[in-house]
């Protein structure tokens, strides 16, 4: 990973865990301390996520999950809903670096998620739930905050929500009114892989001001 990009993330979830949030002008003004005094506790961040097959973003947490680990500065614990056991997971390598959950549903809109996703809250006790997708974000970042009063981090990684033929036209209206209207109540912030994903997520409701630019990086080892 291109270094600056853990210590960004790092810096970012630190401060969600020692601050009440109401005062969003520390992350913006980069000549202020991003991390006040640190507790005792060490910092948990649990990721939620669909599946951990091999994706850009799936890869992208694994990256940053990893190096964490190896750097000892920080706890990751790993929620999914499906996919775990697939011929070509991630499952492995989440493991070695992280505690993984299988919560196995058929949504994040589901009856059984919320059950489970609200025991998962409880026995791990995250200081960070970390959505990495527009629906974990909207009913797993909904269940943290106002159930548990747990930070909330939202993820964007492309210009867009998945492909309007992906769904029926009212579907996608739907989802796209809810994932503005969401990202104004549920998220403290919302890491953004650009300036241009943050603009044009912006054009749908997102806060420009919860919005933290980290670009994804390259690793200069492998390429």
């Known amino acids: 990973m291109v270094t600056k990009l853990i210590p960004s993330v790092l810096e970012l979830f630190k401060f969600l865990k020692s601050s009440s949030c109401t005062d969003l002008n520390p992350l913006l003004n980069p000549t202020q301390n991003l991390m006040p005094a640190a507790k005792n506790k060490r910092l948990k961040v649990l990721h939620v996520l669909v599946d951990p097959l091999p994706g850009?973003?799936?890869?992208?947490?694994?990256n940053v999950i990893k190096q964490q680990h190896n750097e000892n500065v920080c706890d990751?614990?790993?929620a999914i809903i499906m996919g775990?056991?697939?011929?070509?997971?991630?499952r492995s390598e989440i493991e070695?670096?992280?505690s993984f959950h299988n919560l196995d549903c058929k949504s994040f809109f589901s009856r059984a998620f919320y059950k489970k996703f609200r025991q998962l809250l409880k026995a791990e006790q995250p200081d960070v739930v970390h959505a990495w997708s527009y629906d974990s974000g909207l009913v797993a970042g909904f269940i943290a905050r106002f159930m548990h009063r747990t930070k909330v981090v939202w993820g964007l990684h492309s210009l867009g929500l998945p492909s309007r033929d992906d769904y029926t036209a009212l579907r996608y209206y739907i989802l796209k009114t809810m994932v503005g209207i969401g990202s104004r109540l549920i998220p403290h912030r919302v890491i953004s892989c650009s300036n241009?994903?943050?603009n044009a997520h912006v054009k749908f409701g997102y806060p420009r001001k919860r919005c933290v630019n980290i670009a994804n990086g390259i690793d200069v080892n492998r390429f």
């Open 84 to 90: 775990a056991d697939e011929p070509n997971s991630l």
């Open 56 to 62: 850009g973003m799936e890869v992208m947490m694994l």
């Open 96 to 98: 070695a670096v992280a």
């Open 76 to 78: 990751n614990a790993v």
């Open 196 to 198: 241009s994903a943050t």
